[in-house]
């Protein structure tokens, strides 16, 4: 499968825990955008990568949420301290230098308890 | 920022109708509006998708017209399957960013 994967597909935790999600994008892709979708809800925004660098991180981000593309190519989004409110679907999409569309990873589902 | 707005919420049709839904965008910067099908428990895929320099799209079965002046892009589904019953997403933004609506679901009744 060459399309965009994320680990893990599925996460349960306990409020206060720390947890990472890794997201490897199509090959050659150089942005990597990070969203979070609830039930009944469309993705919305947390952060995307041009390369390795970091261009824009939501203002609803709260600091807890951390995110990182060190080399250009996969990237990780951290969550400290986990409440219930950040259970939701965590869905990474990646694009092609030049191009608008964004292919979608098939989502990490946090259930924090 | 980015304001996407759809309606209706739900929309049920039957197999051979058409589908209409619609959004409404408040950035007037916005030049790119890309429509996704999310089927339950799968990833969000494009489906049809629009730059501000042209009025309207189609590809088979699927259509999207965007009016500028009043802020606001369709997607029309024609002679609709029981394959088409998915939850839509439009989106609108630019070239970095974009921001998604809250999503239409589709039901065709065979």
């Known amino acids: 499968d060459t399309g965009v994967s994320q680990d893990p597909r599925h996460k349960i935790t306990k409020r206060g825990q720390n947890v990472t999600f890794r997201c490897d994008p199509i090959s050659e892709h150089n942005r990597l955008y990070w969203y979070r979708q609830t039930l009944g809800q469309g993705p919305e925004f947390l952060t995307y990568f041009q390369n390795e660098a970091q261009l824009e991180k939501s203002r609803l981000l709260s600091d807890r949420f951390s995110a990182e593309r060190p080399k250009g190519s996969f990237s990780t989004l951290e969550i400290q301290r986990t409440e219930q409110g950040d259970s939701a679907m965590y869905l990474c999409?990646?694009?092609?230098?030049?191009?608008?569309?964004?292919?979608f990873g098939p989502g990490t589902r946090l259930t924090v308890l | 920022g980015e304001n996407v707005e759809q309606h209706p919420s739900t929309l049920s049709v039957q197999e051979g109708d058409s589908a209409v839904i619609k959004c409404t965008y408040s950035?007037?910067?916005?030049?790119?509006f890309p429509w996704y099908k999310q089927e339950l428990g799968k990833r969000p895929q494009l489906i049809i998708d629009?730059?501000?320099?042209?009025g309207e799209k189609k590809d088979q079965r699927i259509a999207v017209t965007l009016n500028k002046t009043a802020k606001h892009f369709s997607l029309h589904i024609t002679e609709t399957q029981p394959e088409d019953s998915a939850v839509y997403f439009c989106?609108?933004?630019?070239?970095?960013?974009?921001?998604f609506g809250k999503g239409n679901q589709v039901v065709v009744i065979p």
């Open positions: 989106a609108a933004g630019g070239n970095n960013r974009l921001a």
């Open positions: 950035d007037s910067a916005s030049n790119y």
């Open positions: 999409a990646s694009v092609l230098a030049g191009y608008n569309e964004q292919f």
């Open positions: 629009i730059r501000s320099n042209v």
